[in-house]
């Protein structure tokens, strides 16, 4: 399952090709993803430019001309591979296996860049929705999600705010997307292991008894934001590297701290524990028992 990084480093890869450009041509070449593909898919997008493309956790949304929003996800498979200039890239930083069937290829726009952007998907739980811009706000997918990790809006205030008597572990409370939105088991015991918190500690100690702030939250906005970071910057520096044709599995899980690292040494300076798999609501939780409190 792709996570925030990962789109974000999608949007990055795509946005040069995509971003200006017109859908010259739309082939959806077979009717459903996930869901069927929106009434007029192709029709609604053909001819018009794309005038910004934005993420909203892990949705990928291109505003058009026309006032839709084309609201893009990857799902459990999916992934984009761009043609452009006879250089084939796949944007973005991808931990599963991306597939190389061009029988799933599903969706293709012709770009008036002169760029070809292919999106595959084999497992088909990825899914493409077009809404009007000025009922985003309103869309179901989009509601109910809480702050963007990375923007000015989350901070340590807030989150202690919707942890505040909160009754679950920090793991569930951080899992939850209306606590904030787009992070995933993987970058929530990441964030956990460099905040020094254990991911079973109650969500409700991150607030004081007043609600204010405990300075646990600012450690713990302030891991959530380096380790996101950290990944987009990594992903970021594969953009280049466009002859990539393998799925790149592994090739960055040396940067992951704890995540799929049971037993391996915790890597916080001073440190001597080792790191543990426990499972939290179904989802198997890396951390270590002796820096995190
Ligand atoms: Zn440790």
Aim: proline share 6%; hydrophobic share 35%.
């Amino acid at each position: 399952m792709p996570e925030l990084p990962e789109v974000e480093t999608v949007r990055l890869g795509l946005q040069p090709v995509m971003e200006g450009a017109r859908f010259k041509k739309v082939e959806a070449r077979r009717p459903d993803l996930r869901w069927p593909l929106p009434k007029d898919f192709v029709k609604r997008l053909q001819g018009e430019t794309v005038t910004g493309l934005g993420r909203r956790a892990k949705y990928l949304l291109a505003d058009l001309t026309s006032g839709d929003v084309l609201i893009m996800h990857l799902g459990m498979s999916g992934s984009f591979r761009v043609l452009d200039n006879g250089s084939e890239a796949t944007p973005g930083r991808y931990h599963h296996e991306r597939s190389q069937q061009l029988a799933h290829d599903h969706v293709v726009f012709h770009m008036s860049s002169g760029a070809l952007v292919t999106f595959n998907d084999p497992r088909r739980f990825g899914f493409m929705k077009l809404v009007p811009r000025r009922t985003l706000d309103a869309e179901p997918l989009l509601r109910a999600l809480g702050p963007e990790p990375l923007g000015n809006a989350f901070d340590a205030a807030l989150l202690a705010t919707a942890c505040k008597g909160k009754k679950t572990s920090l793991k569930a409370a951080l899992s939850d997307q209306r606590v904030v939105a787009g992070l995933g088991n993987i970058y929530v015991c990441e964030a956990l292991n460099r905040a020094r918190l254990s991911p079973k500690r109650m969500a409700s100690t991150l607030a004081t008894k007043a609600g204010a702030p405990h300075e646990r939250a600012e450690r713990l906005v302030e891991a959530i934001k380096a380790v996101l970071n950290d990944a987009i910057k990594a992903g970021g520096s594969s953009l280049r590297d466009h002859r990539q044709t393998s799925g790149e599995l592994g090739l960055f899980q040396h940067h992951f701290r704890v995540y799929d690292r049971e037993g391996k040494p915790c890597p916080t300076p001073g440190c001597t524990g080792t790191v543990k798999r426990i499972v939290q609501t179904g989802r198997s939780t890396f951390f270590c028992p002796v820096c995190q409190k």
